[in-house]
Each structure stands twice: as C-alpha cells, then as structure tokens.
C-alpha cells in the first residue's frame, strides 16, 4: 500500500475509534414536510398525513380548563386550539430530526415564516416546555408579564392535567423521580418513598407498575 494511502488509513483509523470512544454519532437525517396542517390541538398537526408534535412547547390539553383572575372557568384547551388554526394557514413547513414514543415527529414548524411554536408560547396559549427546550422560555415570560393567554388567572400545566386525568383515581402508585442521580422510581414501603415528591411539570410522573416504570427508562432506586 503506498505511504499516502497508509496515512490516510491511520488517519480514519483513529477517527473512528475515537467516535466509539466518546460515544458520537451522526447527527439524525433532518425530516422536512409541506403542505396544509390539519390542526390536532394547540401543539400537534397532521402534514402530508404525518403527525407532528411541535418542538419546544406544551399546550393545554383539548378538554382541559383554566381559571380567569375573577375565579371563572373558560376552555383554554378549546382557545388554544383555534389559536393554532388562526396561525396554521396556508403551506406549513415542519422540519424534524426524530419522533416521539407515539411515532409523531418532534418539529418546528412554520407558516408565513412564522415560527407556530414562538408563537403559541408567546401569545399565551402554550407553555414551553422546559423538560426538553428552554427554546421558548423569554416568549413565556413576556407573555406573563403582560397576562397574555392562560396566564390572565391560574393554569395548571398540561403535564399535570394529563396525569390526572390518566389516573383519576389515584391508583398508580409508584413514584418516577428525575434528579441528579437520573430517572429512578420509588415503590410504596421504601425509606426514600414518602420523601421523594412528584412533579409533573419536570417530566416526572406515577407508574401503576416496576415493568412500566421501566419500559419508560426508569431505574429501581436502592
């Protein structure tokens, strides 16, 4: 083998380990789809018959509530969705690079280049959705401060909302816990069981069962 082709050999060599080493890979093909959005609800579409999740925010569920500041209940799940369909128009482009546990793509979207999630979030009728951006979070603040949206009174995030609704009953006991240590859940009986508190708006959340805990990538504390 000639020198210049022996070196260049070493070279992708080294390159290659050195990706095993430290665990890189490619970056995920980019998914990018057109067309007109059928709107879900306030973060989810349907594009070119392909489901998408918007990046970056959490709108309150379809059926959910909120409180205005004089104590009255109004549909802030209903409004958010009509508000997706007022900002949703025309060609939608959304572009993604993965998919969530139900098969929708994650993606930011946009129409009359319009980016839909800034927009949601800063309009006060989605939160952002810290547990996996803070890409919208000074859209969030100013739509509080100005009492825009769901933060004219009181909200309850959409995370909590799905929890309970998911377990009215209250029946799912163990606790999936998120710190420092990762994901790991606490069955009723253990010492850190009482202590350890549950807060959905972080991505924690209740599982009825040790095998469902650990389906979603959670770890049995010890």
């Keep these: 083998m000639p020198r210049d082709m022996w070196g260049m050999f070493r070279l992708w060599s080294v390159l290659i ?3 095993l080493v430290l665990g890189v890979t490619a970056p995920a093909h980019a998914e990018t789809l ?3 959005a059928r709107v879900v609800d306030g973060d989810t579409l349907d594009v070119a018959g392909r489901k998408i999740r918007i990046y970056g925010i959490d709108a309150p569920e379809s059926k959910q509530t909120c409180l205005r500041d004089n104590g009255q209940s109004w549909p802030c799940g209903q409004d958010a969705t009509a508000q997706m369909r007022k900002l949703a128009t025309g060609r939608v482009a959304c572009t993604g690079t993965q998919a969530d546990r ?8 946009e129409a009359h280049g319009v980016d839909l999630g800034a927009q949601m979030v800063a309009q006060g009728y989605a939160l952002a959705y810290r547990q996996y951006s803070t890409a919208y979070v000074s859209q969030e603040k100013s739509a509080m ?3 825009r949206g769901i933060w004219v009174g009181q909200v309850e995030t959409p995370a909590h909302y799905r929890a309970h609704v998911n377990d009215p009953q209250g029946r799912c006991k163990i606790k999936g816990n998120i710190s420092k240590n990762g994901h790991l859940y606490h069955v009723p009986g253990m010492a850190s069981y009482a202590a350890t508190k ?3 708006a972080k991505g924690e959340r209740w599982f009825c069962t040790e095998a469902e805990a650990r389906s ?5 504390a010890k």
Excluded at 216 to 220: D, H, I, L, T
């Design 145 to 147: 401060i100005a009492k």
């Design 102 to 109: 139900y098969g929708r793509l994650i993606a930011r979207c």
């Design 198 to 200: 549950i807060d959905t």
């Design 17 to 19: 380990l050195a990706c």
């Design 216 to 220: 979603a990538g959670w770890v049995r």
């Design 34 to 36: 057109y067309g007109k």
